[in-house]
């Protein structure tokens, strides 16, 4: 009898028990929460706008030099050495987060040269985030790093992609052509005659390096616009001769793009820069 009563109690139990596990089954499912997430996408929008207000973002800026000839506008670029130019307010919260990824994993490339300089054999950092700027071509430009390895000075460009573009990449002898064009151009501004392009997966964190060596001739178009650009900037200044510009209408798509966009069809109204190269 002892028995039965013993079994009798361990069923109710272990009823008992699969009732409260059920209740807590219920509890414990879980639904996006709307409300939290328009917080967190609300941070996106405060780091854009506070890094907006750090710094105007000004003059002639390597990536816009080597830009397609479909895209390429004289008239932007003289007008950002004299204006100017709106940054980052109209970019949508979902360009900004993968921006955000890609900056996280600059950083943590540079984060780890800076660390291991001098740590590792035959490395050093000389710079991360080396902003500069060309006196002769009233230019800014800015290569994620410059290292030194046995002794060899580089400029890095840091470039991430999805899983498919890398599998591609990782295989070209061409992998990134955008980073290809702007480390030609940086070879050509500092001396430093070799470079390294770094691409990585951002998916499964895999990468590759490829190095490549100063070449003149892909430099030659990107040194032909500055010195249209200096010449245009100069018969603006002098003259008032408006420089040649792409769009006939400031609600053209061309247009809406655009960070001169106000300068160009407002120029009366612009804010005119104050740094001295106006």
Not at 225 to 250: A, D, H, V, W
Request: with cysteine.
């Amino acid at each position: 009898m002892a028995g039965l009563n013993k079994l009798l109690k361990n069923i109710n139990d272990a009823s008992e028990g699969q009732s409260e596990a059920s209740e807590m089954d219920q509890n414990d499912k879980l639904s996006p929460s709307l409300m939290i997430k328009q917080k967190f996408n609300s941070m996106f929008l405060y780091m854009r706008d506070d890094r907006v207000l750090e710094e105007v973002r000004a003059g002639l800026h390597a990536s816009a030099i080597i830009g397609s000839e479909s895209e390429f506008c004289y008239r932007e670029q003289v007008l950002s050495l004299i204006y100017e130019m709106s940054q980052g307010k109209e970019l949508p919260v979902n360009a900004l987060r993968i921006f955000s990824a890609g900056t996280s994993i600059h950083e943590k490339w540079q984060n780890m040269f800076k660390a291991c300089s001098g740590n590792v054999p035959g490395f050093k950092l000389i710079r991360a985030e080396a902003r500069s700027y060309s006196e002769k071509w009233k230019l800014f430009f800015t290569p994620d790093s410059i290292i030194e390895i046995d002794g060899i000075p580089y400029i890095v460009e840091i470039k991430s992609m999805n899983t498919f573009s890398y599998k591609h990449a990782a295989i070209s002898s061409n992998p990134h052509p955008h980073a290809r064009h702007q480390i030609q151009l940086y070879m050509h501004l500092t001396g430093i005659h070799q470079g390294l392009i770094l691409i990585e997966d951002k998916n499964t964190q895999d990468f590759e390096v490829f190095r490549i060596k100063y070449n003149y001739k892909e430099v030659i178009p990107y040194l032909d616009r500055l010195i249209e650009i200096n010449s245009q900037y100069e018969s603006f200044i002098n003259e008032g001769i408006q420089p040649t510009g792409m769009c006939n209408k400031e609600s053209c798509k061309r247009a809406q793009n655009c960070n001169m966009r106000f300068a160009c069809f407002h120029q009366n109204e612009a804010k005119k820069l104050d740094y001295g190269q106006s």
